[in-house]
Structure formats: structure tokens, C-alpha cells
């Protein structure tokens, strides 16, 4: 197109909400293909690594990936410290006890191998090790103090999304609760999707984590902060989830089905970074504090009466999953397809699909609704939630 031509061309149309002003923040540089965890070294060397903390939980480094890890920094030359003393949910003593390690072992460069809890615990010890204070310090966005290490993910598990955004889950040890502690400068410099790291996983763990990542496409796609952008990668992470999953449950061996569910779990924390979550968020953590009922299980187990409660409000987009489904449905019927589908795969993982199969009472729900209305996630749903709305939703899920 010359000058004169741009000058006399009609402007694209503008109006509406997808008009409004946005920002997208991509931050981490994605490393796809299987066996990429033998790049790991060269990676670090690139980032001007010399000395290399791995925080990797136990479970991982029995399956030998950390091992691998280890061996492809030390053949770039790095110097390499382990820390390995926590769990699932990395709370904060763990995190203040890899703290003190790294203090210790002075890294320049911090790698999360292993699921969330790894990924999550290397993003805690690096604002600890470089800002100081306390975990609950850094509760919300933007609360870094000071400049972080660069820090290099390599997911085992497909779920979280913790490897493309740049908030780490931390567990206060002393009330339960999940925070969310997040600053740009805490994602990571590059992610490592190695498809063959994650066909170790026990099918509880697929189950769980995939269910996870299909909740984060599903709540950052209709998210009150969704943008365009955000839009395009909660979609693109339905499809691959929607289309990946019913596989791995039925051959956790499917390799193809697995990069799907990784790529599409990535993709999805993407969308978190720029779109934050809703209402199944909100009502899941209570779950997990208060009654310890593992993340994915709460989040899928809430999601689809989260889904029914936003559409009858007229809330938009779900048209657009369901667009991405087998045999789809673009009608006003759209969001109760979505919340059938839903269900159908949360069964199909064999998760428990009622707060009564948790063990969970009508008693409980009162003291659950008052803390989902606290959680910062919910208010990005995009039907307001008040405590009764919560409770209802609670008590459609009995
Ligand atoms: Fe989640």
C-alpha cells in the first residue's frame, strides 16, 4: 500500500467493548518438542547462568526428570544446587526453607521442574531471595521490590499454567488460604514443554490437572478483564484441551493427545496472565483451605454450575467454546451444552462430580460461601457474585 493509498483508504471499523484500550503481556519464551529437556543447559548458558538452583518436589525427581535436568546443566558447565523439601499446595515454611537454601547456595538463575508446587515454589523463593520480607508481602500483582533472578520452567504436569504466567500460589501455613503472588519480573524467562516429561504422571494427576487447565480456558474466556487477545488464547486452549483430553483418559500412552493437553495448558495460563479467572476459582479455594479437597477436583466440580449461573445472566462468549466442541451448538443453548460437556468430561476423569461425595455437608456451606466472596478471583466473574449467589452455587453442587 503506497502513502496516497493509505490516505484515501476507508479506517477499519471501530466500536463496541472490543474497542476498548488493552494490553498483552507474553513474557515467557515457549521451548516445544519432545526430549527439550536436554536444552535445559544450553538455555541457562543463554541467560548467562553459571550457577544453577533446581527446586523440584520428590515425586518428580523419583520419576528421573530431575536427574535429567540436572545432567543437562552440569553439561554446559553450570553449578548446580537441589531443593527438594516440599510438597503439593508449596506452602509458606517450604518456601522460606528453599529460601534459605538458595541464600546459601547464591544461584544466578532459579529452574522450577516438576508440576505447579515446583513451578509455584522456585517463583516464591525468588521473591524471598531477592526482595526479602515475607511471602503474604507479595499477596496481589506488581508487589516485587526489587529485581528478580531469571527463572527457566520445565512442567511435568499439564494443568497449572504456572509456566506462562507470573503468579505463584503459595499456601499461608497458618490460615490455609491460597495467595496469589504475582509480578511480571516473577514469570519465567522460558518454558520447556517436553511432552515425554509429562506421560509419567499418575492418572489422578491427569485427571486433576487437566480438569484445571480446562477451567482456566473456560473462566479467562469470559473473564470481566478478557481482552481480544487474552480471547484468542482461552479459545485456542479449549480446542486442545476439549480435543486432547477425552483422549488421555482413555490412553494415557497417546503422546499426540498429551502435547495437546500440555501446549493447550499453557496456552490457558497465558490467558490467566492477561484475563485472571471467576467464580469456579472463587468457589474452589474455600474447598481447599477449609476442607482440603485438591484444587482441580474443587475448580471442575464448581465450574459447570458457575457456567449455568453466568449464562442465565446472558453472560457472553460461551458460544464460542462450545464453537470448538464436537457437533457444535451456536444457539442460545450454548452455555447449557458447555455445562453438560463439562460434567461429561469431569465424569469421564473420574472426579467426584458432588460436595456430598467429598464428605462435604449442607452445614459446611454458610462459612464456604463466606470466604468464596473474599477471594480476589471473583471479581472477575463475569455475573457478579454476592454471598448468596455463592451459597446457591454451593448448593447446586451438593
Ligand atoms: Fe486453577
Not at 511480571?184 to 499418575?202: H, N, S, Y
Not at 499453557?266 to 482440603?292: C, F, Y
Not at 450454548?334 to 473420574?350: D, H, M, P, T, Y
Request: glycine content about 10%; some cysteine; proline content about 6%.
Amino acid at each position: 500500500m503506497t502513502p496516497s493509498e493509505h490516505a484515501t483508504a476507508a479506517p477499519p471499523a471501530l466500536g463496541g467493548p472490543e474497542a476498548a484500550p488493552f494490553e498483552f503481556h507474553a513474557p515467557t519464551r515457549l521451548v516445544v518438542g519432545a526430549g527439550g529437556i536436554a536444552r535445559l543447559g544450553t538455555l541457562a548458558a543463554e541467560l548467562g547462568a553459571r550457577r544453577v538452583l533446581v527446586v523440584s518436589d520428590p515425586g518428580v525427581e523419583r520419576a528421573g526428570h530431575t536427574a535429567a535436568g540436572v545432567r543437562a546443566l552440569e553439561a554446559a558447565g553450570m553449578v548446580v544446587g537441589r531443593f527438594a523439601d516440599f510438597g503439593e499446595n508449596p506452602g509458606t515454611g517450604a518456601v522460606e526453607a528453599g529460601t534459605a537454601v538458595a541464600r546459601e547456595f547464591r544461584p544466578d538463575l532459579l529452574v522450577g521442574l516438576g508440576g505447579g508446587s515446583s513451578m509455584d515454589c522456585a517463583k516464591g523463593i525468588n521473591f524471598l531471595l531477592c526482595c526479602g520480607g515475607r511471602m503474604q508481602e507479595y499477596r496481589g500483582r506488581r508487589t516485587a521490590t526489587a529485581a528478580l533472578l531469571p527463572a527457566i520452567a520445565v512442567p511435568t504436569t499439564a494443568g497449572t499454567g504456572s509456566e506462562t504466567q507470573s503468579f505463584a500460589l503459595i499456601t499461608d501455613d497458618a490460615t490455609g488460604m491460597k495467595m496469589a503472588c504475582g509480578d511480571p519480573r516473577a514469570a519465567f524467562r522460558v518454558a520447556i514443554l517436553d511432552v515425554a516429561l509429562t506421560l509419567t504422571q499418575p492418572s489422578r494427576v491427569t485427571a486433576l490437572t487437566g480438569i484445571d487447565a480446562l477451567s482456566h480456558a473456560v473462566e479467562s474466556h469470559v473473564s470481566r478483564a478478557a481482552t481480544p487477545a487474552s480471547r484468542v488464547f482461552s479459545r485456542a486452549a479449549f480446542a486442545l484441551l476439549a480435543r486432547g483430553l477425552p483422549r488421555v483418559f482413555a490412553d494415557p500412552t497417546d503422546v499426540a493427545a498429551r502435547a495437546d493437553v500440555q501446549l493447550g495448558a499453557a496456552w490457558a495460563g497465558l490467558a490467566i496472565e492477561n484475563a485472571m479467572l471467576g467464580a469456579a476459582h472463587a468457589l474452589a479455594n474455600p474447598l481447599t483451605a477449609a476442607h482440603h479437597v485438591v484444587h482441580g477436583q474443587a475448580v471442575g466440580l464448581m465450574l459447570p454450575h458457575v457456567v449455568r449461573f453466568n449464562a442465565a445472566a446472558g453472560a457472553a462468549g460461551y458460544d464460542e467454546l462450545v464453537a470448538e466442541l464436537p457437533a457444535p451448538v451456536t444457539d442460545a443453548r450454548a452455555a447449557v451444552r458447555l455445562a453438560a460437556w463439562l460434567e461429561a468430561i469431569l465424569a469421564r476423569s473420574g472426579l467426584a462430580r458432588s460436595l456430598t461425595a467429598l464428605g462435604l455437608a449442607g452445614a459446611d456451606i454458610p462459612a464456604l460461601a463466606a470466604a468464596a466472596a473474599g477471594q480476589w478471583t471473583a471479581g472477575f466473574n463475569p455475573r457478579p457474585v454476592a454471598t448468596g449467589d455463592l451459597s446457591l452455587l454451593y448448593e447446586a453442587a451438593r
